[in-house]
Each structure stands twice: as C-alpha cells, then as structure tokens.
C-alpha cells in the first residue's frame, strides 16, 4: 500500500524505514522483503474473508434499524459501488499528476487505496443510509431509498466531477478518452444481455430467485470483464493511448495461460484476456443460481448484503479499470 501510495514501482524495508524505489531493474535486484503495488492472492483471499466477517456485523446494525429487506435496499446502494470504483480511480489520477497539482497527497491518499479505501466507501455509505432512515422516519421525506440512491447519485457525481476537472484544467499524466466507456459500457450490456437471454430460454430456474438483481450482478460482473478486454488489449485500436498493466492476480493468470495456449496469429486478432469476460460471466450465473428463493426468506438481511457484496466484487473493479483506461492513469 505504502509504494501504491507512493507512485513508486516498489518499496523495501531494510531496516526501521521504508524506503521507495522508482526503478524496476532496482527492485528486482532488491534484497527481499520487496512490495508491489497492486494484489496477490493473499491479499485478495484475506479482503473476501474480511468482507463476509464485516457483513455480520452489518446484518446486526440492519437489524438494529428495522432495514435491507427488501430488494429496494440492493438498488438504492447501487451508485455507492460505483463511487467506490470512481473514487479509487481519484487515488490513481492523483498519482499520474505531478506533485503539485495533486489533490491529495501522502499519507492521506491512503484513505483510498486498498484495503482502507473499503473502510472509507463504508463509512461514507454507512452515513448515508442512516441519515436516509432518519430522514424518512422523521417525516422529512417519503422514501428513505429514494434518498438514498441521491446521495450515493451525488457522490460519485462529485468524484467524476474532480477527474473531469482534471481534464479542462490540462493536468500532466491525466487524458480523456470517452470512446473507452462507450466501449466497456455498450459492450458489457451486449454480454449481459446475451447471458440473460440463454438463462431465460434454457435455464429459467437460474434466476428464479434474484430476478432482475440477477441481470445487475450479470451486467456489473460484465463491466469488469469487458473493462479488463478493452483495457489490457485494445487501447490502441480505440486511439486511447497505451495498454494497461494487469493489476490483480487472476487477470494475469488469464493473460499468462492465454498467451501460452494460443498461437502468436490468432493474439494478434484476438488479445489475451477475452477469457477473463467468459470467467467473470459463468461465475456470476454460478451465483445467482444458488441464491434460491428459500435463502430470500430464511435469511433476507444477509442474502441483501452479499447480493450487493457479490455485485460490489464485480463492478467496483470495473468501474475503476475503466475509468482508469478512459482518463488514461
């Protein structure tokens, strides 16, 4: 976390003091311990469990307020999933800019970056929903989800606001490419729908529990998929700059046994991570199958909870990875 939030390639530790080095050939002549920025397995096996962990605690507080029943609960956090994304995407523009003309510096570009960006989405959005509740039962409005999804609406509308600003004012490191979004975006909604449509003709039984959640999570899962196609393989094709580095495990595990299995001629026209958008859509199909009706009624809070947590694991990367590709950092 601490060579991330430093823009640095790696960071070792041979003493009391962390020290960062900007050279890749330095950092793998480094004596170990050395630190990447980005994820390992370990790391993102320990986020899942912390994850499931946190979520009893969320079950009990949703308990407390009588709330997260009810299916309008999943759709009023849906912009709060996004603003997680955008809002990491804040952290890596940060670090495109020169010093100056950062917004946020270190340590407190920290609050973004993961694990602790996790804990900062929560809290703002913790905020939100008990404020929304107290509101609605104060009389002061009708619909505590209405507002809800308002607040999470104006949050992320305030972050892409920062990165457009970003934009117009010219900043070194930062670039816009729209058609990246447009992309990601109309392509993930042709994969979801495709999806949809098999499960609706030959397994209807799939979805007989979720219902239209099921198609959100199948599009946010998409999202992630086709941002991760778009942004490791076809940036130059779209006129957007560069290809990006792969920077979770999985996604480079797909693109190290694609380009091992394929021959040269058919990567050339294909890329190496279209398989990565066939993983991410059989797994989401996997999980909503198993979200049957009975787990709806035997444990309604907890089902809510994962449902978004499992929607969050999709599109909050997503988001991020595209954003990322569409302002070029």
Known sequence: ??????????????????????????CANAAEPVAYPGYTLVSEVGYMVTLLVALLGVVFLLRRLDLGTDREFFYALLPFVFFGGALRVVEDANDAVPAAEALISYPLNTLFISPIIYFTVFAITLVAVVAA????????????????????????????????????????????????????????????????????????????????????????????????VVGLDWMPALGAGANLIPKHPVNQFVVDVTGSV???????????????????????????????????????????????????????????????????V
């Open 262 to 328: 394929l021959p040269a001629s058919v990567l050339a026209v294909t890329g190496d991570t279209w398989p990565f958008l066939v993983v991410k859509l059989v797994a989401a199909t996997f999980v909503i199958w198993v979200f049957e009706d009975e787990i709806f009624e035997e444990s309604p809070r907890y089902t809510m909870l994962l449902l978004v947590a499992v929607l969050a694991v999709g599109l909050g990367p997503g988001t991020r990875d595209m954003l990322r590709a569409t302002f070029g």
């Open 133 to 228: 509740v107290w509101a609605a039962r104060a009389g002061v409005i009708e619909r505590y989800d209405y507002a809800l999804f308002g607040m999470g609406s104006v949050a992320l509308l305030a972050t892409l606001a920062y990165l457009f600003w970003l934009v117009l004012v010219g900043a070194e490191g930062v670039e816009f490419y729209p058609q990246v979004s447009v992309v990601v975006l109309l392509g993930a909604t042709v994969a979801a729908g495709a999806t949809w449509v098999l499960i609706e003709r030959f397994a209807p039984g799939v979805n007989a529990g979720t219902r239209k959640i099921g198609f959100v999570i199948l599009w946010g899962h998409a999202v992630d998929g086709v941002a991760n």
């Open 1 to 26: 976390m601490q060579a991330d939030a430093n823009s640095a390639v790696c960071a070792i530790r041979p003493g009391s003091t962390v020290e960062y080095i900007y050279n890749t050939g330095a």
